[in-house]
């Protein structure tokens, strides 16, 4: 490996870690609770016992916590803000092994 491409990769390595030290948004998210991250995201909620739904039906967006089956179910494409709400969800619903 050439002296300049281990250069990048040290130097690649020192953002990441400062980055990381400053606090990142998602870092901020950690202290909300699923439903609020949603609710900033323009999602309604509901809870009928053995679903959690949110929702906005304006937009036909739906993301369904099936708590029996420990299964999700999307209907609209996600990015990673949404990612970490769903694992939030799934986080306060008990559904990870820790």
């Known amino acids: ?3 300049y491409r281990k250069r990048l990769l040290l130097d690649a390595e020192f953002s990441i870690i400062d980055f990381c030290k ?4 998602e870092e ?3 202290n909300k609770s699923a439903r609020e991250m949603f609710e900033e995201f323009g999602l309604n909620y509901s809870n009928n016992g053995y679903q ?3 929702y906005n039906d304006f937009e036909d967006k739906y993301i369904w916590f099936f708590t029996e089956t420990q299964t ?4 609209f494409d996600i990015n990673v803000n949404y ?3 769903i694992n939030q969800q ?3 619903l008990g559904w990870f092994n820790e």
Do not use: H
Not at 72 to 75: A, F, G, H, P, V
């Open 28 to 30: 901020k998210n950690m």
């Open 72 to 75: 999700i179910e999307i209907n």
């Open 52 to 54: 959690k739904c949110y």
């Open 83 to 85: 990612l970490q709400a």
């Open 90 to 92: 799934c986080k306060e």
């Open 1 to 3: 490996m050439s002296t």
């Open 22 to 25: 400053t606090g990142t948004k």
